[in-house]
């Protein structure tokens, strides 16, 4: 089935404002980016994901296989059970990131909008003799998250994610709509972003360049699990544990609130000591508007970067909160 549009049902509705660049085709808000974040946190609330892919495995050797190939350990990964996991280049530098649960016949895993067709083709390239099949299903069933604490009843049959912050539902993508009418609010990405990046939660593609490696951004032990045997770029993954620290280190930003354009994703940070002239020391890779903290952002600097160094992002001062030990 190949849908008729890239955008979202949703976006039709009153009120909501289309998303920009990865995210496009679903809504930024839906007029009230404030309220929304509050209904987030608070527990109630839907946000319209279904820009993301949707990949399964299917097979008896699925979770024996994707054991071999992912950074988490998944072979013995129970039924009903969410984790995370990475896709390495032989270099250890991440080049997938996947969301996964298995309901006991079939994996699920939801990534980043416009990831999903080259996730499959490596997959299908390493499939060997192993009994899997593996699909792109995201043109069959939409991504939509109920934050923690909702208590909106899920579609008999549906996967679900059940994570801390919330749980990620894999939808009939022709139910979205019917679905989302009764449990609204509705909460778009703007909202989603806000708490995601106070939750210093990282993005492929945000806060991940062509060189970044696990441990820059806290993805050990969420989505790298270190005991389990090989898989590509597993010797920097021990490497850089057993050895040393990643050169880079993600930190999170109280930005200066007089300022009225947020820092976006690229932004050089630089000592504030040093002033606009300073030497580059790393970029802002999210940057958000929040309800209670005002604006934030997540940054990836080098890793001698004092933590108690007084920032500047682009022209805005910053203060700088630890997630990745320097």
Known sequence: MQRDSANSPLLSLP???????????????????????????????????????????????????????????????????????????????????????????????????????????????????????????????ALVHLPAGSIAEVPEGSAVRETPYGRDVFLPRAELETYAGAHGPLVGLLAYEALRIEGHRPRLGFETDHRTIPHELGWIGSAVHLEKGCYRGQETVARVHNLGKPPRRLVFLHLDGSEVLLPGHGTPVRLAADGEEGRQLGFITSSARHHELGPIALALVKRNVPVDAELMAGDTAAAQEAVVEA
């Open 15 to 141: 009120g909501a404002v289309a998303a920009e660049g990865p995210d496009e085709g679903v809504a930024a808000h839906y007029g009230g980016l404030f309220p929304e974040q509050r209904a987030l946190a608070d527990g109630k609330g839907l946000v319209d994901l279904s820009h993301h892919g949707v990949v399964t495995v299917t097979g008896d050797d699925r979770l024996t296989w994707l054991h071999l190939l992912l950074t988490q350990h998944v072979s013995e990964l129970p039924a009903g059970q969410a984790t995370e996991a990475l896709i390495l280049s032989a270099n250890g530098h991440i080049e997938h990131a996947l969301y996964l649960v298995d309901d006991g016949a079939t994996t699920w895993m939801h990534v980043e909008p416009g990831t999903a067709e080259a996730l499959v083709a490596y997959l299908e390239s390493m499939k060997f003799y192993y009994r899997v099949e593996v699909a792109d299903r995201t043109d069959d069933f």
